[in-house]
């Protein structure tokens, strides 16, 4: 073996002897010294906050909270939907007038189109759709009018029912009252169909018009399957009259065919009655015409300033989130209810626990 190998092991057998004989134990001033220090303070979690804190405190917490948060959105939700509804409105007028004349084009239709006059501030009539000629349809119609005052309301309830008669059909029924300087005057107009549009501009000029509505049906089919019914029925009792003309027939056959003869009449007499009705209701429209002298409700030019309508636009978002709330309380009550009787109970067993212990002691 070499001789630096041999030194090397008998230094390191040395160090390692050296090491062995030092102490091992830390002195006892140095162990004083660590013992002041303490235990190191352990970070703090939130549920540890959370511990911290009382039912009343976090109550005291949360709530203000809350209802802070939820007018915050309130009064953003306001803010970011009350402009631009003034142009919405137009937007929204056109489209109606827009679907009303496609649907009078279809032959079925239901419009309606609110506060034409408080949007225009005119008296004429707006556009309408009128009949297509050649088809049967049931057309009706509701307009209602303002007048300036309540002379003036009797003045154009006797008008308007002098233009039904003009234009060939009649009053159906009138209603009409006051009250101090307001009143409301209803008619229901018959008029024939190939005069309604004329008949609807004279009386849209009694006034300024408020609110229009107007409903066409199409009667094509129905007075189609009418009349081929009563084509059927007729070729039937023709029918059966022939076979009964036979000496030949028995006395049930001949009883039977009499019933079916007598049944054919009868629905023959009800399917001529609502032929009858329906080309009665398909030549004369019906016009509900509503006339009043209240006064339109003062508001500033352009309608309701932003600041009006985000204040009502807060409050309806106020009142849904209450109508939210109240609908969640009505749902989790039972589960309230058992969460308020088990911490109630928790709290008597430990007071129960705490005394016995005591008087134990």
């Known amino acids: 073996m070499p001789a630096t190998d041999v030194d ?12 062995r004989a030092l102490p091992t134990a830390a002195p006892a001033g140095v162990r004083e010294r660590v013992r002041a220090f303490g235990e190191p303070a352990q970070p703090r979690t939130l ?17 203000p909270v809350c209802v802070l948060a939820l007018v915050s959105a309130a009064v953003i939700h306001g803010v970011v939907n009350s402009g631009g509804d003034s142009g919405q409105t137009a937007v929204a007028l056109q489209q109606v007038d827009a679907n009303a004349q496609r649907g009078a084009l279809d032959g079925h239709a239901t419009a309606t189109t609110p506060a034409f006059g408080a949007s225009t501030g005119k008296s004429g009539a707006p556009s309408l759709p009128t009949p297509i000629p050649g088809r049967y349809q049931d057309y009706e119609a509701s307009l209602t009018v303002r007048v300036k005052n309540v002379d003036a309301l009797h003045d154009r309830t006797a008008e308007a029912t002098r233009l039904a008669r003009t ?3 009649y009053v159906a029924s009138v209603d009409e009252s006051t009250n101090g300087g307001s009143g409301r005057s209803d008619l229901v107009l018959r008029i024939p169909v190939n005069r309604v549009e004329d008949a609807y501009f004279r009386l849209a000029q009694l006034g300024t ?8 049906r199409d009667l094509d089919q129905v007075v ?8 059927q029925l007729k070729v ?12 030949s027939l028995p006395a049930d056959v001949r009883l039977r065919l009499e019933l079916q003869r007598d049944a054919a009449k009868q629905e023959l007499a009800r399917v001529t009655g609502s032929n ?17 002298s209240q006064k339109a409700a003062a508001t500033a030019k352009g309608g309701m300033s932003r600041i009006e309508r985000a204040a009502r636009d807060a409050g309806s978002f106020l009142a849904g989130a209450g109508a939210v709330l109240l609908f969640v309380l009505i749902v989790l009550s039972p589960l309230i209810v058992l969460a308020l009787a088990w911490i109630f109970g928790m709290r008597a067993y430990r007071r129960r626990e705490e005394r016995r212990l005591l008087s134990a002691a």
């Open 236 to 247: 039937q009792i023709a029918r059966i009259g022939e076979t009964l003309k036979s000496s």
């Open 209 to 216: 018009v408020t609110e229009q509505h107007l409903s066409i």
């Open 8 to 19: 090397f092991e008998r230094e390191f057998e040395e160090l390692v002897r050296d090491l």
């Open 167 to 169: 234009f060939g059909g």
């Open 224 to 231: 189609r399957a009418q009349r081929q019914r009563i084509v």
């Open 276 to 292: 009858k009705a329906t080309l009665r209701e398909a030549s004369l429209s019906r016009i509900s015409l509503t006339l009043t």
């Open 47 to 63: 549920y540890d906050v959370l511990l911290t804190l009382s039912s009343r405190r976090s109550l005291l917490v949360l709530a």
